[in-house]
């Protein structure tokens, strides 16, 4: 079944939608994005990943494509379009086209896509069994905060874990996890705090970490924000990683060394459900 994209002002069957060889994105990885969950045809933390994507746009210069009103109004009309009701919606701004040269001009017509991916979000397998990860070097550029394009590494990396046997990676740098390859890391220690990386350009500020950290907070558990290393992940009572894809997701090995029981744990199954209750109740 073929989708309907969008692509600046248009819509288009995915199989029309074309873009110029000479767009930055496709040159440079000049552009960034955004992946937000749809469940029941309601987005899930909108707010944040729209306040995410102006502060990516604002750190490279680009122009925002459409207004805050526009934004939210193609959001949803690109669920009716396809009649999806639960998925992902993918959107990317370029800085747009212009004859390949690394400096660029700054009166550039952003280029601006939007497309779904339909999928059952709230009914993941892996929750159940959780997943393995390997330890890798991080490879990434500094600037991890701006949620850009720049996906090679990560991509490898998780090629790497897939040959390997595991689902995903966590890059390790100045022997500090800095988080998985498309998520943040968290660990539970064995007296029950929550430890997740402070906030920097070392990672990305996941919204879904945002919020598992309040709901955690509320719900009485002790939360530090600071660097944990691979060895204090695989002694911890349990692992999760968080994204807009997994909401909470359980790491059972780490380097093929169980984690606790070596079976998802009460804790990431409890945040699990209470951020899914919760921002459900907030999502629109
Ligand atoms: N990735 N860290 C990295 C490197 C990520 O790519 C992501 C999200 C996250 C979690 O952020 P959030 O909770 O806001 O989704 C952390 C998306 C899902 C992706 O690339 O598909």
């Known amino acids: 079944m073929s989708r309907i994209v969008y692509l600046n002002g248009q819509w288009l069957p995915e199989t029309e939608a074309r873009i110029s060889v000479f767009d930055r994105g496709f040159v440079f990885a000049d552009a960034i994005y955004e992946v937000t969950a749809v469940i029941g045809g309601k987005l899930i933390d909108y707010a944040g990943h729209s306040g995410r994507l102006k502060r990516s746009l604002a750190a490279l210069g680009i122009q925002a494509p459409v207004s805050d009103d526009e934004m939210l109004s193609l959001h949803r009309e690109i669920l009716t379009r396809n009649g999806m009701t639960d998925g992902l919606i993918y959107l990317q701004v370029s800085r747009g086209a212009e004859d390949r040269d690394f400096l660029f001009s700054d009166d550039l017509t952003p280029t601006f896509v939007m497309f779904t991916q339909s999928r059952p979000v709230l009914a993941n397998p892996k929750w159940q069994t959780g997943i393995s990860v390997i330890t890798m070097p991080e490879g990434r550029w500094v600037q991890r905060q701006i949620k850009t394009v720049q996906l090679l590494y990560s991509s490898l990396a998780k090629m790497e874990a897939r040959k390997q046997g595991a689902d995903d990676a966590f890059f390790v740098e100045d022997g500090f996890i800095t988080e998985a390859s498309s998520s943040n890391a968290h660990i539970v220690t064995k007296a029950g705090t929550l430890v997740t990386r402070d906030l920097s350009n070392a990672l990305?500020?996941?919204?879904?970490r945002g919020w598992v950290l309040?709901?955690?907070?509320?719900?009485?558990?002790?939360?530090e924000e600071r660097g944990f290393t691979p060895a204090e992940a695989k002694d911890a009572a349990e692992v999760f990683i968080t994204s807009a894809t997994n909401f909470v997701m359980p790491v059972v090995r780490i380097d093929g060394q169980p984690v606790g029981a070596g079976t998802p744990g009460p804790v990431s199954?409890?945040?699990?459900?209470?951020?899914?209750?919760d921002r459900l109740a907030s999502a629109i």
């Open 204 to 208: 990305l500020h996941g919204i879904t």
């Open 214 to 223: 309040d709901l955690a907070r509320r719900a009485g558990m002790a939360v």
């Open 269 to 277: 199954e409890t945040l699990r459900k209470r951020y899914i209750e």
